[in-house]
């Protein structure tokens, strides 16, 4: 009978024996020999700075075009709808093209690569004169996002030593988050073309510094580039004395040298871990965050927020960064589950908040309604009108302290190397396959049921997502990538950290 997946008994096994931190990980945060490792990253990530602009354009440029008096860029609710939502196809796209790409070219040239399509698309829309350019161009920016979603992670995750490989893996999202904080700034001083020649330049500045970067000692090992593979780590590593950890990584590597074929692609050992990246990556879309953040000002418009709703976006921004930022530092403490579990909770809690508020608060609210009012700079205001945004504050803190940045790490984590590229790119796709349809429906959702019922199906979703993190996901804190694969090889099966 196969051993179950999780809570096998037994006193004598030992998920992952802990290794003595060295006193390189023990000063991790200013280790000199860990500097290089920081600048790849930076340089890497940019992407995902990029892919975070470009992923909330549509928050501000929404409003904006429905009042548009040039009928060829103006949008009724159904363009709206796709607007918003095709930027999703296209990174469900990037995903499947990552699936050839990531280990055809390796990962830092995927992720040049995707420099391409996210220029011409921001081009497209800065001179849109017709709805085509602006989907073509949300589309395209989109392949960009999802080919960078796929392939970041990974190369993060494959040049970061273990010791700060949990706050490494964090930056993807930290730089995402912060991609739409500048979105949600700009948008409040430049009209909304301005917005899209503003997204190229990040996109230039990563180009030119990956440039200087090295790829993946893995996965140069993996084509047979040995000596490129000891230059690269000893770059990384700031020192010479990097052989015994190379030869961790060769061994590895060499035990996998061929693809997985379908028949190995049947064996826990494979199956399990991509199937938890793939489940994680389903669920994290599920909760809401994707519509949630594509029609942010749409929602605080339908929801009577205290504030111009411009600027309730930017604050909800600036709290997503914040939250971010805890997590990265946390994230190799407490330990990856811990967070999960806090993350799910906080957004079950705001999502529910936020259904029940347009379920039993009637708008608009007005002075002369029987509750409170209060008066802000000269302003009378319900006090009710605070609720929208402070659980949509909530609900983004939670995302972002856990299942906004840990499943982006724990898909490069989990993965088997000789699987890594094929299945991170699926998990990308099933990903952003789940966004499309959440924000194509989104707003149908809501003019057909009311605003509550999304929020109240999310929280649902959130409560799945406390469930699944109990009973599948594995506590991968200060363990090698080769560990980690050791740890699915075995029999028995317990994720207990």
């Given at each position: 009978?196969?051993?179950?997946?999780?809570?096998a008994?037994?006193?004598?096994?030992d998920t992952?024996?802990e290794?003595?931190?060295s006193?390189?990980e023990?000063?991790?945060?200013?280790?000199?020999k860990?500097?290089?490792?920081?600048?790849a990253?930076?340089a890497?990530?940019?992407?995902n700075?990029?892919f975070g602009?470009?992923l909330?354009y549509t928050?501000?440029?929404i409003?904006?075009?429905?009042l548009s008096s040039d009928?060829?860029?103006?949008?009724?609710?159904?363009q709206?709808?796709?607007?918003?939502?095709?930027f999703t196809?296209?990174?469900?796209?990037g995903?499947?093209s990552?699936m050839l790409l990531?280990?055809?070219?390796g990962?830092?040239?995927?992720?040049?690569f995707?420099?391409?399509p996210s220029a011409?698309?921001y081009?497209?829309?800065a001179?849109?004169?017709g709805?085509?350019?602006?989907?073509?161009?949300?589309?395209l920016?989109?392949f960009?996002?999802?080919l960078t979603?796929a392939?970041?992670?990974?190369y993060?995750?494959e040049i970061?030593?273990?010791?700060?490989?949990?706050?490494l893996?964090?930056?993807?999202?930290?730089?995402a988050?912060?991609?739409?904080?500048?979105?949600?700034?700009l948008?409040?001083?430049l009209?909304?073309r301005?917005?899209a020649v503003?997204g190229?330049?990040p996109?230039l500045?990563?180009i030119?510094?990956l440039?200087?970067?090295?790829?993946?000692?893995?996965?140069?090992?993996?084509?047979s580039?040995?000596e490129?593979a000891?230059?690269a780590?000893?770059?990384?590593?700031a020192d010479?004395e990097?052989?015994?950890e190379f030869?961790?990584?060769?061994?590895?590597v060499?035990?996998?040298?061929?693809?997985?074929s379908?028949a190995?692609?049947r064996e826990p050992?494979v199956?399990?871990?991509?199937?938890?990246?793939?489940?994680?990556r389903f669920l994290q879309?599920?909760?809401g965050?994707t519509?949630?953040?594509?029609y942010?000002?749409t929602i605080f418009?339908?929801?009577s927020?205290?504030?111009p709703?411009q600027?309730?976006a930017?604050?909800?921004g600036?709290?997503?960064l914040?939250?971010?930022?805890i997590?990265?530092?946390t994230?190799?403490?407490a330990?990856?589950?811990?967070?999960l579990y806090?993350?799910?909770?906080?957004?079950?809690?705001?999502?529910?908040t936020?259904?029940?508020?347009?379920?039993?608060?009637p708008?608009p609210?007005?002075?002369?309604?029987t509750?409170e009012?209060?008066?802000?700079?000269?302003t009378a205001?319900?006090y009710l009108?605070?609720i929208?945004?402070l659980?949509?504050?909530?609900?983004?803190?939670?995302?972002?302290?856990?299942?906004g940045p840990?499943?982006?790490?724990?898909?490069?984590?989990v993965?088997?190397?000789?699987?890594?590229?094929?299945?991170?790119?699926?998990?990308v796709?099933v990903?952003?396959?789940?966004a499309?349809v959440?924000?194509?429906?989104?707003?149908l959702?809501?003019?057909a049921?009311?605003?509550q019922v999304p929020?109240f199906?999310f929280s649902?979703?959130c409560?799945?997502?406390?469930?699944?993190?109990?009973?599948c996901?594995p506590?991968?804190?200060g363990r090698?990538l080769e560990?980690?694969?050791?740890?699915?090889?075995?029999r028995r099966?317990s994720f207990?950290p």
């Amino acid at each position: 009978m196969q051993e179950p997946l999780l809570r096998a008994e037994g006193l004598d096994y030992d998920t992952f024996p802990e290794v003595p931190a060295s006193p390189g990980e023990r000063e991790r945060a200013g280790a000199l020999k860990n500097k290089r490792v920081f600048l790849a990253t930076f340089a890497a990530v940019l992407g995902n700075f990029s892919f975070g602009y470009a992923l909330v354009y549509t928050s501000p440029v929404i409003p904006e075009l429905k009042l548009s008096s040039d009928p060829a860029l103006h949008l009724d609710k159904i363009q709206a709808s796709w607007f918003g939502s095709v930027f999703t196809l296209g990174a469900a796209a990037g995903g499947l093209s990552a699936m050839l790409l990531n280990d055809l070219l390796g990962r830092k040239l995927s992720i040049m690569f995707s420099a391409v399509p996210s220029a011409i698309g921001y081009a497209l829309m800065a001179g849109a004169h017709g709805l085509w350019m602006l989907l073509l161009g949300r589309m395209l920016t989109g392949f960009a996002g999802g080919l960078t979603a796929a392939c970041i992670p990974v190369y993060v995750s494959e040049i970061a030593p273990p010791g700060v490989r949990g706050a490494l893996g964090a930056t993807p999202q930290l730089m995402a988050v912060f991609g739409s904080l500048s979105l949600y700034a700009l948008g409040l001083l430049l009209p909304w073309r301005w917005l899209a020649v503003a997204g190229e330049g990040p996109v230039l500045i990563m180009i030119l510094l990956l440039s200087f970067m090295p790829n993946s000692p893995r996965f140069l090992l993996s084509k047979s580039r040995d000596e490129e593979a000891l230059q690269a780590l000893t770059w990384l590593r700031a020192d010479s004395e990097v052989h015994w950890e190379f030869e961790q990584i060769q061994d590895n590597v060499r035990r996998q040298s061929s693809r997985v074929s379908w028949a190995e692609a049947r064996e826990p050992r494979v199956y399990r871990p991509v199937l938890i990246a793939v489940l994680m990556r389903f669920l994290q879309q599920l909760t809401g965050i994707t519509p949630i953040l594509v029609y942010l000002q749409t929602i605080f418009d339908n929801t009577s927020v205290v504030l111009p709703s411009q600027q309730d976006a930017a604050i909800v921004g600036a709290v997503r960064l914040l939250s971010v930022l805890i997590a990265a530092v946390t994230m190799d403490l407490a330990g990856r589950k811990v967070l999960l579990y806090v993350s799910a909770s906080v957004m079950f809690a705001a999502n529910l908040t936020l259904g029940l508020y347009v379920q039993f608060v009637p708008r608009p609210l007005t002075p002369n309604s029987t509750v409170e009012i209060v008066t802000l700079g000269g302003t009378a205001f319900n006090y009710l009108t605070l609720i929208p945004l402070l659980a949509t504050m909530l609900f983004i803190m939670g995302y972002a302290m856990g299942w906004g940045p840990i499943t982006w790490l724990l898909m490069s984590e989990v993965l088997p190397l000789r699987a890594r590229g094929v299945a991170s790119g699926l998990c990308v796709l099933v990903s952003w396959l789940t966004a499309f349809v959440l924000t194509k429906y989104f707003l149908l959702a809501v003019n057909a049921f009311g605003l509550q019922v999304p929020f109240f199906f999310f929280s649902a979703i959130c409560l799945l997502s406390l469930l699944f993190t109990g009973c599948c996901v594995p506590e991968t804190r200060g363990r090698s990538l080769e560990q980690i694969e050791a740890f699915f090889h075995t029999r028995r099966m317990s994720f207990r950290p």
